[in-house]
């Protein structure tokens, strides 16, 4: 079954307080949207935003596998929205989240996901231990028995063709999508929430959701990209954003940069988001010739999106000639800069290989890369 997430971000988020909506505010470094859509890397995200918000929601560089959606006035609406978007995408199950929840976990949606398999829908909630009263002008007026409350959470996870007809037929005004699912009578199990799973409501949960993030476990992942170029007529080849003299060129959809194309890769590798082809198709002419600052660029703007940082990088490059010795140190600081990191996190070094191979006929150049993105 192929699972989608509809992330509900078209709220004004008023008892926050700030001069933008809370889903747009920084948390720990970044936008909380972000944070928020990196806890669901790799499945195919609906992000609901408002009209006004659209700006706001191009600027975070969103990966393919995230469509952006204008949101109704009322939750439901916007919900309805992005399920409608999904609609004839063969999606099975359906997970609903709320943009200002920014901690989920991968365990958490996992078991959501997993609990779809024996149930039209289930949800994350924590049952209530503190007791419970009622009050009015800052009295207590009463109690309530606590047995079998709950405090209800998102992901709310659903079959997706029930809770979109659920939708279809509700006359609008739910607090969530389990009321709306069991006005349609379907059944909604009750998974384990999580604490740090908080709903930025606020001021104060701003700190406590900092600290949580704080606490959690650094997060690295390693990339490792491969590349080939042809030698072709020509007097320079471009190699690591430099422009190297050579009585040859390199034969390319772009400007056939074989050092920068390894690293992109890299990058999209560590992200598992495919190589370069799949962000830029070499089929669409608009990329004829174009300066591989743009690929690299879009891959560092892509990992900082979902909260990583280089942690370093390499780059070796295989050839006879050109030498690569006297330019290795300009391209170590052009790397540097493109990706907006400190030289000491880029290394680029060469190789020949013994004049073995096609770079040892010198028919061509090799890149191979590697990188490492860590998020704190």
Request: aromatic share 4%; charged share 20%.
């Amino acid at each position: 079954m192929q699972t989608a997430v509809i992330i509900v971000a078209a709220g004004r988020g008023s008892r926050v307080g700030g001069e933008v909506p809370k889903q747009w505010q920084m948390l720990a470094g970044r936008q909380v949207l972000a944070h928020t859509l990196a806890a669901f890397a790799g499945l195919p995200v609906v992000l609901v935003i408002h009209p006004d918000d659209r700006g706001r929601a191009e600027a975070l560089d969103l990966p393919p596998s995230v469509r952006l959606v204008e949101g109704g006035a009322t939750r439901d609406a916007s919900v309805l929205a992005g399920l409608r978007a999904l609609q004839g995408s063969g999606i099975d199950k359906v997970l609903i989240h709320d943009g200002a929840r920014p901690l989920v976990s991968p365990a958490l949606i996992d078991r959501l996901v997993a609990a779809l398999d024996d149930s039209e829908g289930a949800a994350p909630a924590l049952a209530i231990s503190d007791a419970l009263w009622r009050g009015a002008g800052g009295r207590v007026t009463g109690t309530l028995d606590r047995a079998g409350l709950y405090r209800a959470q998102t992901p709310q996870a659903f079959r997706f063709a029930a809770i979109l007809a659920a939708h279809l037929a509700h006359p609008g005004g739910a607090a969530d999508d389990v009321e709306v699912a069991r006005a349609a009578g379907l059944d909604v199990t009750i998974v384990e929430g999580e604490e740090s799973n908080l709903k930025l409501t606020w001021p104060g949960d701003f700190a406590r959701a900092e600290a949580i993030l704080k606490g959690r476990n650094m997060d690295v992942r390693l990339g490792h990209g491969y590349d080939v170029h042809a030698f072709c007529a020509g007097d320079h080849v471009w190699l690591c954003g430099v422009r190297v003299p050579h009585d040859k060129g390199l034969l390319g959809h772009s400007d056939a940069d074989v050092g920068m194309h390894a690293l992109t890769d890299a990058i999209y590798g560590a992200l598992a988001e495919g190589d370069i082809g799949r962000h830029f198709p070499p089929s669409d002419p608009q990329w004829k010739g174009a300066p591989s600052h743009i690929f690299l660029s879009h891959a560092m703007g892509l990992a900082r999106s979902r909260g990583y940082e280089l942690g370093n990088c390499d780059v070796t490059l295989v050839c006879e000639r050109p030498k690569i010795g006297p330019h290795a140190l300009e391209m170590q600081a052009e790397l540097a800069r493109i990706m907006g990191v400190g030289p000491g996190r880029v290394s680029v070094k060469a190789t020949t290989s013994e004049r073995l191979g096609f770079t040892g006929r010198e028919e061509g150049i090799a890149a191979l890369a590697t990188a490492t993105l860590v998020r704190p």
